[in-house]
């Protein structure tokens, strides 16, 4: 099994800065994908980033240029680092990840985080 904490939301105004973390632990495999999604009220949840156990990363368009997903692989830890950030950012952040061996992968949820942009 695995665990995933997410931390780092909060209140925040337009233009303002989040970094948000997710620690990971338990069961978790050499290849293994991390990524944030999230899910606005109303709306249904979706990636804002990803990246992968050798580094590489992909953003949703809306988020590019502003997000940065990183990785400490020594802690099990993802990041989003969250700058000029935009009231339609507002929505509750999901850390996810994925276990991989073969042919077969492993999904996993952490509980989420609110992220508010509001002035």
């Known amino acids: 099994q695995v665990q995933l904490v997410e931390s780092g939301g909060g209140l925040v105004q337009p233009g303002g800065s989040l970094r948000l973390s997710c620690a990971a632990s338990?069961?978790?495999?050499?290849?293994?994908?991390m990524g944030w999604y999230r899910q606005a009220p109303g709306k249904q949840r979706e990636l804002v980033a990803h990246?992968?156990?050798?580094?590489?990363?992909n953003y949703a368009d809306s988020v590019k240029g502003r997000f940065t997903i990183s990785r400490d692989n020594a802690k099990n830890t993802v990041y989003l680092q969250m700058n000029s950030l935009k009231p339609e950012d507002t929505a509750v952040y999901f850390c996810?990840?994925?276990?991989?061996?073969?042919?077969?992968?492993?999904?996993?949820w952490g509980q989420g985080t609110q992220v508010t942009v509001s002035s």
């Open positions: 996810k990840l994925t276990n991989t061996r073969g042919i077969y992968n492993y999904y996993y």
């Open positions: 338990g069961s978790i495999f050499s290849i293994n994908n």
């Open positions: 990246i992968t156990s050798g580094g590489s990363t």
